[in-house]
T-cell receptor
Framework: QITLRESGPTLVKPRQTLTLTCTFSGFSLSTSGVGVGWLRQPPGKPLEWLAL?????????RPSLQSRLTITADTSEDQVVLTMTDMDPLDTATYFCAHSFGTGNFDDWGQGTLITVSS | DILMTQSPSSLSASVGDRVTITCRATRSVPMYVNWYQQKPGRAPKLLIYDGISLPTGVPSRFTGSDSGTDFTLTISSLQPEDFATYYCQQSYTIPFTFGGGTRVEIK
């Protein structure tokens, strides 16, 4: 059974750096075809994909946010970390990590964590 | 970026109704469209992947179809647990993009 869980602060100040950790179980990020992605959803708005790390170590980012995002995988700890710099109130959203296999769909999700950006 | 335009943005339906939701891509995304169901306060759930495939455990009343740029999600007989918001997603090219969502409400 695949599980994922997001952890990190719930409140960050503008211009600070957000660090979120996704701790997963039930799969290995070393398995061919596997990826772990980060997505977010502002309150009452649609989903937005942010970043994805593949089993090969390759990383993909949303181009409009690429300068602010870093995704790293720790396969020994079964964790994927997302950092997002220069946080703004518009970045207030629920952040999800999710398992991906094959063609970029997300078949298992964490419960999400609401991040509020406010001074 | 590929824009996914989803319609309708909301609909009211009764239990037992057939419901169809459409997603149109601004350019061809051959079969790389996925559909998700999301209930309030919950994470999305994958319903359809690669245009037409059902993950294990998803009821067969959910079907997907595609025609290159136009994709549909059909619920053949709406059940009480199907009242939720539905999103399409293209995974053909980076950045992966989602539709605006369709909220299915009880009539």
């Amino acid at each position: 059974q695949i599980t994922l869980r997001e952890s990190g602060p719930t409140l960050v100040k503008p211009r600070q750096t957000l660090t979120l950790t996704c701790t997963f179980s039930g799969f290995s990020l070393s398995t061919s075809g596997v990826g772990v992605g980060w997505l977010r959803q502002p309150p009452g708005k649609p989903l937005e994909w942010l970043a994805l790390v593949y089993w090969t170590g390759d990383k993909r980012y949303r181009p409009s946010l690429q300068s602010r995002l870093t995704i790293t995988a720790d396969t020994s700890e079964d964790q994927v970390v997302l950092t997002m710099t220069d946080m703004d109130p518009l970045d207030t959203a629920t952040y999800f990590c999710a398992h991906s296999f094959g063609t970029g769909n997300f078949d298992d999700w964490g419960q999400g964590t609401l991040i509020t950006v406010s001074s | 970026d590929i824009l996914m335009t989803q319609s309708p943005s909301s609909l009211s339906a009764s239990v037992g109704d057939r419901v169809t939701i459409t997603c149109r891509a601004t350019r061809s995304v051959p079969m790389y469209v996925n559909w998700y169901q999301q209930k309030p306060g919950r994470a999305p759930k994958l319903l359809i992947y690669d245009g037409i495939s059902l993950p294990t455990g998803v009821p067969s009343r959910f079907t997907g179809s595609d025609s290159g740029t136009d994709f549909t999600l059909t619920i053949s007989s709406l059940q009480p647990e199907d009242f939720a918001t539905y999103y399409c997603q293209q995974s053909y090219t980076i950045p992966f993009t989602f539709g605006g969502g369709t909220r299915v409400e009880i009539k």
